[in-house]
Nanobody, 121 residues
Framework: QLVESGGGSVQAGGTLRLSCTAS????????MAWFRRIAGSERQGVAR???????DYAESVTGRFTVSRDDAKNTLYLQMNALKSEDTAMYFC?????????????????WGQGTQVTVSS
């Protein structure tokens, strides 16, 4: 089970940190990723971290977002800085099928319920 938290409403330029806590398995055993879905659109990969800690980001968030994992707390984080109105979306964490990561939602085993992020300009 994956449970996200930390979403909310902020003004453009603000920061938020999303958390995703897992139960029943270790986050470090698979790729973990953050996706987002803007209303009316498909899920979009935002950030991902492989079991060997390699991270990748969507071009639109590179330099502003940071994905990290606290193995002791079995929690995944997404630090979001310099938020823009176009970052407004429902954010989901997902557990991958493999140690390495892809951007294909079909390569993910389970998903959290999502947490809403709203950025006003």
């Amino acid at each position: 089970q994956l449970v996200e938290s930390g979403g909310g409403s902020v003004q453009a330029g603000g920061t938020l940190r999303l958390s995703c806590t897992a139960s029943g398995y270790s986050l470090r055993s698979n790729c973990m990723a953050w996706f987002r879905r803007i209303a009316g659109s498909e899920r979009q990969g935002v950030a991902r971290i492989a079991t060997f800690s390699k991270t990748d980001y969507a071009e639109s968030v590179t330099g502003r977002f940071t994905v990290s994992r606290d193995d002791a707390k079995n929690t995944l984080y997404l630090q979001m800085n310099a938020l823009k109105s176009e970052d407004t979306a429902m954010y989901f964490c997902a557990r991958g099928k493999y140690a390495g990561c892809t951007w294909n939602p079909e390569d993910y085993l389970s998903w959290g319920q999502g947490t809403q992020v709203t950025v006003s300009s």
